[in-house]
């Protein structure tokens, strides 16, 4: 082996949401002293707004550090974050495909989830070296005893020399850093064969148009190299190669076994897929790295401008979210309700509220969302297939032979005081268990078989909400199924809104149809006229509500001649109206899409 | 009922015996005479200040409010009274009103008023049930204001107005129908109608939404009562000349229509409006804080608590005042104010959008019946 490699670590840290990964990499990157701690960050590695607020990582962060070790010897660690959500599994294991080891962190407060158990899983079948630690141990209510053992039982792997820490105290972060030297194996690879490397990542630059993250097993890569992506075919001319540490260093070449950045004037990120392969065009590798699989959407909205925004803008934004993010596609479409908008397709439903609020957030646009959907697959009478995935392009119902729906293998972890509530809420929702398996004396892992439609509607929120936030989840696509699934409308004044329109399973409809008429109640403001408020399936209506005419609406007493305060009351009822959205005569405040959507813990 | 570009004035007493359950306004519990002893030199301090800032204007209307102003010792309002006639130019026919509240009249306290020239007096009842004003929170009965009515007549004011107030939790129509009989037929000059308000922050609306103790006056019946009133009022011959207010022939008063006729005045005491020679401001809210300004010579106004509106606000503000007009406003009126045709700033179509709801009367536009009921709806849309 050559001896540079002897001196490189590529690792990932894989953990629950919450159990502190992006703390431990803070300290980490603060001990190999990359940052100071004045410049430090909370939480270096997220640096988009949204992921600190949400404490959850949803861009890769790949660092470049330098360790030195008891041993003597410098090391070059590179931390290859991951994204830490259920929607976000392939990029993940696309990430873990980079690295030889994953440190593995468990809250000794909480012990083993169920994406703890995922993230695992998708280790082992990297074949990476698994190394756990347990994190939060400054904490009263830390059991490191109980949670190694846990570990052990459930995962599998030696956990007997687990480091302890607390990421947020600095505790036990120098063992930690040389456990990494010890026990996470060097790369491996041949610096003059054929190169092979991995894109595990990529942003878009716009000075240097795509930046590939990328992992080189085979190899040599340097500045004026003809590069060719095997799986799209494409070539491109490479202008740039370096490392992250954390801002970008460019450097003369990257050989097998190292981490780094590759520039080739590529334009969008869709052109560079995640776990494609790269290779040099005149000496290409004979077969391109494992793995590698176009990303599916799986859920689809439409998003329209709001009142007063301009389509071309929503469009503009599409656009540059686009370019960053190969997951995320849309196409132009229209509604009779909402005219002009997009139909986004997603990983999941997270997936969709990022996109969302960074419209929102980044742009600064008003919009507006539809009742998200998965894709169906309607099969015709004259035997031909159709995939929908938007309720206005279900065909006449006598064209129709019959529908499947998408059908997700949930695996749900739960403290056992709450299987009962998590099995009523799965059963609620259409789902079969398949088995329940203790992890531990307390702890519970329910295998549902259960349709996708339902995971995306509220599920999230519910298991959330009954379990006290200790649920957890973590789904995959198994297959599509026939199903009895039914179009369900919403009339205003008799007119139908087909922006609320929702495929939804026929035992749920009259339950659905319901709810969404008593939320629209809520939210409609009184009108001139009384608005019926209507659930329909076809010609049959199913659910009935009435906003009643307005009578009053006056503020009688103006004390000691305080207009200002008059008028701001009048600018809020005006603002108020801005937001409405008008379908025929009826105004409906913009929440109201939202809102429809929304689990009603009263339910 | 002229209107002249003479200022009015707004005096603040912010003490009462008590708050009231529905209370969102600006005042505080007070039972100590050396405090509103102390709180009128405060005042006649600020006179004062205030004069230097705004000299050789007339002022034709002074409204004492509160609060309750009645709360202060007779002799310490006639000095505030005096203070202001010393300082201002006061013009001989000039409306000067006191708001009271009836468990505070006494026979010398209406002496002193008169005496010092005040002339109208506004006497808060609300209602003639005990059960209501029990409910108010109010620190009077029904005969307490039956009282207070005969008493001020008795001591000389020709000029009575009484508010009331509609829209109750708990209030029936035979109640709301009782009160408004009782108060025609003690005969007052000018009558204020007030539907209930529930407000933030105040124990009626924890009461209503969120202990859920009582429930809100269903729309239908406040709307009701107010349509019973005004019906009641023009029958025994009262003018209805204000979305809130109506008045027997020529006692219209004549500083509530300053606010609604783009005319200026200037607040006194902490947390008074003023809009005057086209600032609009507001004296800070805090007591403390204002005696400090009080006593450091200085006028009570915050740099924060100065508005500054676009002309394009200004119009909105002359519309939707011109409006609680029930003879609404002269378009020529505004177009003289503002140098501007009415109908480029306000399209046409506004008109046939809110048919119904307001109309075209003369050179006049001015609410429908209908309209009145609705009001914020359409003045939301000027602002």
């Keep these: ?603 | 009922m002229t209107i002249t570009s003479n200022i009015g004035l707004y005096v603040h007493v912010p003490f009462c015996i008590r708050k009231c359950r529905y209370c969102s306004f600006l005042s505080f519990p007070c039972n100590e005479e050396k405090l509103l002893t102390e709180y009128s030199n405060a005042l006649i301090r600020e006179i004062r200040t205030r004069y230097e800032e705004w000299p050789y204007r007339i002022i034709d209307s002074i409204y004492i409010g509160g609060g309750t102003p009645s709360l202060m010792p007779g002799n310490d309002m006639a000095k505030v009274v005096n203070e202001i006639k010393e300082n201002f130019v006061v013009s001989d026919d000039c409306e000067i009103t006191i708001e009271a509240n009836p468990a505070t009249l006494t026979d010398e306290k209406l002496r002193a008023y008169l005496d010092c020239g005040i002339n109208r007096i506004s006497i808060g009842v609300q209602a003639f049930d005990n059960t209501i004003l029990h409910f108010l929170g109010r620190a009077h009965d029904k005969n307490d204001a039956i009282n207070a009515i005969r008493m001020s007549k008795k001591a000389g004011f020709d000029n009575v107005n009484i508010d009331l107030m509609f829209g109750i939790p708990g209030q029936t129509m035979k109640m709301w129908r009782d009160s408004l009989r009782q108060s025609l037929f003690l005969r007052p000059e000018h009558i204020s109608l007030y539907s209930l308000q529930i407000e933030e922050g105040t124990p009626f609306y924890d009461m209503i939404y969120v202990d859920k103790m009582v429930s809100e006056t269903p729309e239908n019946m406040d709307r009701a009562m107010y349509n019973e009133a005004l019906m009641m009022m023009d029958d025994a011959g009262y003018h209805h000349y204000e979305i809130s207010n109506a008045a027997l022939p020529g006692f219209e008063s004549r500083h509530n229509m300053k606010y609604w006729s783009y005319q200026d005045y200037l607040g006194l005491g902490p947390g008074a409006s003023s809009f005057i020679g086209g600032h609009r401001f507001k004296n800070c809210e805090k007591v403390s804080e204002y005696l400090k300004y009080i006593k450091a010579g200085m006028p009570p106004v915050k740099p924060e608590n100065v508005e500054e509106y676009s002309v394009r606000e200004e119009m909105g503000i002359y519309v939707f005042t011109g409006l609680r007009k029930t003879e609404g406003f002269n378009i020529n009126d505004f177009e003289k104010t503002f140098m501007k045709d009415f109908f480029d700033v306000y399209d046409y179509s506004i008109l046939e959008k809110f048919k119904g709801f307001i109309e075209m009367d003369g050179m006049n536009l001015k609410l429908t019946r209908k309209g009145l009921d609705v009001s914020n709806k359409v003045m939301a849309e000027f602002v």
Excluded: W
Aim: with cysteine.
């Design chain 1, 1 to 603: 082996m050559s001896d540079y490699r002897k001196y490189i670590r590529n690792f990932s840290i894989i953990a629950h949401i919450d159990h502190g990964k992006s703390t431990l990499a803070d300290r980490i990157i603060e001990k190999t002293g990359l940052v100071s701690k004045r410049d430090m960050r909370e939480q270096f590695l997220d640096n988009m707004d949204l992921e600190r607020e949400r404490g959850i990582t949803i861009k890769l962060q790949t660092t470049r550090l330098v360790f030195r070790s008891k041993d003597g010897n410098e090391y070059i660690f590179n931390l290859i974050d991951t994204p830490g959500h259920v929607d976000f599994t392939y990029e993940v294991s696309r990430s873990l495909a980079a690295c030889e080891g994953a440190v593995l962190v468990v809250d000794a407060t909480q012990g083993v989830e169920a994406q703890t158990l995922a993230n695992v899983y998708l280790a082992m079948d990297e074949d990476l070296e698994i190394m756990p630690v347990l994190n939060k141990i400054d904490l009263p209510s830390a059991r490191p005893g109980e949670v190694r053992e846990e570990i052990e039982d459930v995962i599998g792997v030696d956990a007997s020399e687990a480091p302890l820490v607390s990421a947020k105290e600095g505790i036990g972060i120098e063992e930690l850093l040389e456990q990494i030297v010890e026990k996470i194996p060097a790369p491996e690879g041949e610096e003059n064969a054929k190169l092979k490397a991995l894109i595990f990542d990529s942003y878009y630059d716009n000075y240097k148009g795509v930046v590939i993250y990328t992992r080189i097993f085979d190899g040599t890569v340097k500045e004026g190299d003809i590069i060719r992506l095997m799986n799209t075919g494409k070539k491109y001319e490479v202008t740039e190669v370096g490392t992250y540490s954390p801002g970008p260093v460019e450097c003369k070449s990257l050989r097998a076994g190292e981490v780094g950045y590759i520039c080739a004037s590529i334009k969008q990120v869709a052109d560079a897929r995640v776990g494609d392969t790269i290779t040099l065009a005149d000496n290409p590798t004979e077969e391109p790295l494992p793995g590698y699989k176009k990303v599916q959407s799986m859920v689809y909205c439409g998003i329209y401008p709001a009142e007063g925004e301009k389509y071309e803008n929503v469009k503009d934004a599409l656009e540059k979210l686009q370019v960053n993010d190969a997951a995320f596609r849309f196409e132009p479409e229209t509604s009779t309700a909402l005219g002009y908008g997009f139909r986004c397709g997603f990983l999941g439903l997270l997936h969709m509220e990022i996109i969302v609020e960074r419209l929102e957030r980044e742009f600064d646009l008003g919009v507006i969302t539809t009742s998200p959907s998965v894709i169906y697959k309607v099969v015709k009478t004259d035997g031909t297939v159709e995939m929908v995935q938007n309720p206005s392009n279900l065909p006449d119902p006598m064209e129709i032979d019959h529908i499947e729906e998408p059908m997700v293998k949930a695996d749900i972890m739960v403290p056992k005081e709450y299987v009962g509530s998590i099995m009523e809420i799965c059963q609620d929702r259409r789902g079969k268990m398949l088995h329940m398996e203790y992890i531990t004396e307390s702890r519970v892992n329910l295998h549902y078989d259960m349709p996708l439609n339902e995971v995306i509607y509220d599920f999230f929120d519910a298991l959330k909400s009954k379990t006290r936030g200790y649920g957890s989840l973590d789904y995959e696509f198994s297959r599509y199924e026939p199903s009895k699934v039914v179009k369900l409308d919403i009339l205003l004044n008799k007119d139908m809104v087909d922006a609320f329109s929702m495929i939804v399973h026929e035992s749920k409809a009259y339950a659905r149809g319901r709810f969404v008429c008593e939320k629209l109640k809520e939210i409609i403001p009184m009108h001139q006229f009384e608005v019926p408020i209507q659930a329909s399936i076809g010609q049959k209506i199913i659910a009935r509500e009435t906003v009643r005419a307005y009578r009053k609406d006056v503020i009688a007493k103006c004390y000691g001649g305080d207009i200002s305060r008059k008028k701001k009351l009048l600018e809020k009822q005006k603002e108020g109206k801005k937001r409405m959205r008008q379908f025929g005569t009826v105004e409906v405040p913009q929440e109201a899409f939202t809102a429809v959507l929304k689990y009603d813990d009263n339910k």
